[in-house]
C-alpha cells in the first residue's frame, strides 16, 4: 500500500471505472516526475483486487526491446495459466505468450509501471514492435486490459487502440496539498501548511521530503522555513537559483537536499532528476506556466 496517499480519488476513478467497464482495454496514466503515478497504479491495482479481478503489476524500467517485454511477461504468465507444455515447446516466444494470454479464463488487469525506458529507448522500430505485440494480445484476448504509467503522453496510443483511455497526473490540488502536509505535520498551523504546499509546487514527493526534515528537525514549521529564508511566495526551484543567498545558506540548502536525497529510493531519485531535467527544459522554451 502507498503511505500517506491523498487527494487522487477523482484520478483513480479515472482509471477503474474503465476498466471495469466492458469497451475499454488499453488505459495510460501519465505525467511528470514526482507526481505520483505509480502510487495511483498502485492504488488502483488494490482497488481492482478488492472486486476480485486478477492484478498483475510489472515494473517495465530498464527494458529496452520488445524480446525484454515477452521474456518479462512470459516469467509471470506461465505461473498463472496451466498450459499443455508440448503444444508450446513449437511456438515462438511471442506465439506461446499470446496463447496464454488466450487462456486467461477471466478478465485480468496488467499494470505496466515505467514504460518510458522501453517505448523511448531510442532504438529502431522497438514502439513499434511493442505496440503489434500488445495489439495481438488484445486481438486474440478479450479478458486482458493493459494499463500503463509514462512520463508523456501516449496520443498514438488511439491509432492503435480504439478502447484507449487517457488519465494525466497533475500537481495536487490546495486542499489534498493541505491535507498532506497535516497527515505529515499534524501539529502544522493552517498558514504553515499553506505555505509549505506553495513552497513545494503541491508535488507530492517533494511535499514528504520537505516536511520529514522539518519533522526529524522537532522544530515549528515557521521557524524552520524562516531559517531556510525561504518566503511563502517562493518555490524551492527558484529558491535555489537564488543568487543573492549567503555561503552559509547555501550550504545549510545543499545539506537540506543533499542528504534528503540519499534518503530517497533509488527510483524516486531518478524521478526526481528526470522532474529537474524536464522543469529546465520547460523554462528554456518559455512554457513555465504549465507547472502552474
Not at 532528476?273 to 520547460?282: E, Q
Amino acid at each position: 500500500m502507498v503511505h500517506n496517499f491523498t487527494g487522487r480519488e477523482s484520478e483513480c476513478k479515472e482509471v477503474v471505472d474503465p476498466v471495469t467497464s466492458e469497451f475499454i482495454r488499453m488505459v495510460t496514466i501519465w505525467g511528470s516526475p514526482l507526481f505520483g503515478k505509480t502510487s495511483v497504479a498502485i492504488t488502483v491495482g488494490h482497488g481492482l483486487e478488492s472486486q476480485g479481478l486478477p492484478v498483475y503489476f510489472i515494473s517495465l524500467r530498464g527494458l529496452q526491446s520488445k524480446a525484454d517485454l515477452t521474456s518479462k511477461l512470459l516469467s509471470v504468465v506461465r505461473e498463472a495459466v496451466t498450459t499443455d507444455q508440448s503444444s508450446v515447446q513449437r511456438l515462438s516466444l511471442d506465439d506461446e505468450l499470446c496463447q496464454i494470454f488466450t487462456s486467461i479464463p477471466d478478465r485480468s488487469v496488467f499494470i505496466f509501471d515505467n514504460a518510458d525506458d522501453l517505448l523511448e529507448s531510442g532504438l529502431p522500430k522497438v514502439k513499434a514492435d511493442v505496440m503489434h505485440l500488445l495489439e495481438e494480445i488484445l486481438r486474440r484476448s478479450k479478458k486482458v486490459v493493459f494499463v500503463v504509467t509514462t512520463r508523456e503522453s501516449l496520443e498514438f496510443m488511439n491509432l492503435h487502440f480504439q478502447g484507449h483511455q487517457s488519465v494525466r497526473i497533475r500537481p495536487l490540488d490546495k486542499a489534498s496539498s493541505k491535507s498532506l502536509v497535516h497527515e505529515l505535520l499534524p501539529n502544522a498551523g493552517t498558514s504553515d501548511c499553506t505555505r509549505i504546499t506553495q513552497i513545494c509546487g503541491h508535488v507530492p514527493l517533494v511535499i514528504k521530503v520537505l516536511c520529514s526534515f522539518i519533522s526529524e528537525d522537532n522544530a515549528q514549521p515557521r521557524t524552520f522555513l524562516n531559517d531556510l529564508g525561504i518566503s511563502s511566495t517562493e518555490s524551492i526551484a527558484k529558491l535555489l537559483d537564488n543568487p543573492e543567498h549567503s555561503a552559509t545558506e547555501y550550504h545549510r540548502l545543499q545539506f537540506l537536499f543533499d542528504s534528503s536525497f540519499q534518503r530517497l529510493s533509488p527510483k524516486e531519485r531518478e524521478s526526481l532528476v528526470s522532474l529537474c531535467n524536464h522543469s529546465r527544459d520547460i523554462q528554456r522554451r518559455g512554457c513555465c506556466s504549465c507547472f502552474g
